[in-house]
């Protein structure tokens, strides 16, 4: 199974801003950590954030985007999903 990172831009005075959404994101993430879809998640600094998926396709992280309160409460000002191949580590891909 593939590793897809997701990563977000967030819009400016996102800590001040996100309180009201961040239950709800916080819900998501953990979810989605245990159903084993979500591998890592952190913040990027100074402004960001960079969430690391195992999923079948980049359609199922897209569809954790379109749900995510920071998301839809326009938190993100611009996300991207890239496949990656993990080359060292206990699920690396055969060189």
Do not use: C
């Not at 005075?13 to 245990?34: G, K, S």
């Amino acid at each position: 199974m593939p590793y897809f990172a997701l990563f977000y831009d967030t819009v400016d005075n996102f800590v001040e801003r996100r309180l009201p959404h961040r239950q709800a994101h916080l819900a998501m993430i953990d979810a989605a950590y245990a159903d084993n879809r979500l591998v890592l998640a952190g913040a990027l600094k100074p402004s960001g954030a960079l969430l690391v998926f195992r999923a079948d396709d980049p359609g199922e992280v897209e569809r954790f985007v379109q749900n995510d309160p920071y998301v839809t409460q326009g938190l993100v000002s611009r996300w991207r999903i890239q496949e990656w191949a993990v080359v060292v580590g206990e699920h690396a891909v055969p060189r």
